[in-house]
T-cell receptor, first 117, second 113 residues
Framework: DTGVSQDPRHKITKRGQNVTFRCDPI?????LYWYRQTLGQGPEFLTY????????KSRLLSDRFSAERPKGSFSTLEIQRTEQGDSAMYLC???????????????FGSGTRLTVV | AQSVTQPDIHITVSEGASLELRCNYS??????LFWYVQSPGQGLQLLLK??????LVQGIKGFEAEFKRSQSSFNLRKPSVHWSDAAEYFC???????????FGTGTSLTVIP
């Protein structure tokens, strides 16, 4: 396994267009997370899945954003009617389900950098 | 409220010098603490993590961090910095469920020869 893969690495789109990003997690990880990172900031939580179930969504995830993980493997993040404020690095991460007495750090992908012009 | 503060936006050190990056957190339950490193245009790599037990934890690349509950701090240290350590460093806090981590705004490290 080569880690968490994200595609594409870069995306430039015109305002108002729809974009979709893909994330392939580490195969044995049942948890998958999406974070957004803007310039000069740390990553901010968007949403996470356990297997195919989307269990939590941030208030940052407006109605224009939708995430899916249909078979509990790869995930997609779609942004409809993109705005300039959506320009950011979108990071995907995966982890194993935490044990009773521990939790796990994430393994991050390299991210998809979105530029809305 | 849950939050992480990294008071130093940017630090410059000479190669071979020691390093300490500061992190303070606010978390309503038992905190699980992490340090990540990010090179330009890349994702984040886990350096080390603290769950419980010994408050001094060792990580990869010669880094260590010390958890001080009384000060709500989790500072990252390295005895001798290498030029390849130049990167952005993020401290994060979360809970046992691992549902969501809260990241600081990062500290950018420059290493001069």
């Amino acid at each position: 396994d080569t880690g968490v893969s994200q595609d594409p690495r870069h995306k430039i789109t015109k305002r108002g267009q729809n974009v979709t990003f893909r994330c392939d997690p580490i195969s044995e990880h049942n948890r998958l997370y999406w974070y957004r990172q803007t310039l000069g900031q740390g990553p901010e939580f968007l949403t996470y899945f356990q297997n195919e179930a989307q269990l939590e969504k941030s208030r940052l995830l407006s109605d224009r954003f939708s995430a899916e993980r249909p078979k509990g493997s790869f995930s997609t993040l779609e942004i409809q009617r993109t705005e300039q404020g959506d320009s950011a690095m979108y990071l995907c991460a995966s982890s194993a389900q935490p044990g009773q007495d521990s939790t796990n750090g994430y393994t991050f992908g390299s991210g998809t950098r979105l530029t809305v012009v | 409220a849950q939050s992480v503060t990294q008071p130093d936006i940017h630090i410059t050190v000479s190669e071979g010098a020691s390093l300490e990056l500061r992190c303070n957190y606010s978390y309503g339950a038992t905190p699980y603490l992490f340090w990540y490193v990010q090179s330009p245009g890349q994702g984040l790599q886990l350096l080390l993590k603290y769950f419980s037990g010994d408050t001094l934890v060792q990580g990869i690349k010669g880094f260590e961090a010390e958890f001080k509950r009384s000060q709500s701090s989790f500072n990252l240290r390295k005895p001798s910095v290498h030029w390849s350590d130049a990167a952005e460093y993020f401290c994060a806090v979360g809970g046992r469920t691992g549902n969501q981590f809260y990241f600081g705004t990062g500290t950018s490290l420059t290493v001069i020869p």
